[in-house]
């Protein structure tokens, strides 16, 4: 059971545009924690793709955006690619546990 | 450009003391605000961080592990430590070393991984 809460799986079409969710509580995102978002490619290690709820690092295409809004977050993806399919996860910290958090994961799959 | 690599034992027997390490390069652990951490994620399972530790010898680990889990750094040698006792096959998985993004609670550099199974 993790502590932030993320959809199993979403899908969508080439060119389409897909969210994923990140919802916590008000002792992680709602305490003001930033949240980042990972990709995990297949079988490889996972990566930085937003960090501090909205920021992209050198070399994130512009098609991946982040917000944050009360106790939850969200990814967005435009344009999707077949080179998108992958595992998504959320991170944040949280107070009670003093821990860094992540969500249970979403896999996107490219139709 | 920053790297880090995992290394340690692929098999390990349930009750024996895991120890993995982590060698790394392109930053130093003695600069102000640098960290080193390790997060694990079991087969088909989601990721759980376990450890980190500070430039200045800090160390934070995850609550539901820390009876089992010890963080320690040799600066000269760009190393960070970790060690886990008492290994359960649950314990399966594969181990991160990561750098967290200086001033951010992310972790924006990871090594390839390393997968440990623990079995008799």
């Known amino acids: 059971q993790s502590v932030l809460t993320q959809p199993p799986s979403v899908s969508g079409a080439p060119g389409q545009r897909v969210t994923i969710s990140c919802t916590g509580s008000?002792?992680?995102?709602?305490?003001?924690?930033?949240v980042h978002w990972y990709q995990q490619l297949p079988g490889t290690a996972p990566k930085l793709l937003i960090y501090?709820?909205?920021n992209r690092p050198s070399g994130v295409p512009d098609r991946f955006s982040g917000s944050k809004s009360g106790t939850s977050a969200s990814l967005a993806i435009t344009g999707l690619q077949a080179e998108d399919e992958a595992d998504y996860y959320c991170?944040?910290?949280?107070?009670?546990?003093?821990?860094?958090?992540f969500g249970g994961g979403t896999k996107l799959t490219v139709l | 450009q920053i790297t880090l690599k995992e290394s340690g034992p692929t098999l390990v027997k349930p009750t024996q003391t895991l120890t993995l390490t982590c060698t790394f390069s392109g930053f130093s652990l003695s600069i102000s605000g640098v960290g080193v951490g390790w997060i694990r994620q079991p087969p088909g399972k989601a990721l759980e961080w376990l450890a980190l530790?500070?430039?200045?010898?800090?160390?934070r680990y995850s609550p539901s592990l820390k009876s089992r889990l010890t963080i320690t750094k040799d600066t000269s040698k760009n190393q960070v430590v970790l060690t886990m006792t008492n290994m359960d096959p649950v314990d399966t998985a594969t181990y991160y070393c990561?750098?967290?993004?200086?001033?951010?609670?992310?972790?924006?550099?990871w090594g390839q991984g390393t997968m440990v199974t623990v079995s008799s």
């Open positions: 990561v750098h967290r993004l200086g001033g951010i609670y992310a972790f924006d550099i």
């Open positions: 501090g709820n909205s």
């Open positions: 530790i500070y430039w200045d010898d800090d160390k």
């Open positions: 008000s002792s992680n995102i709602g305490a003001g924690y930033d």
């Open positions: 991170q944040s910290c949280d107070s009670s546990l003093s821990a860094w958090v």
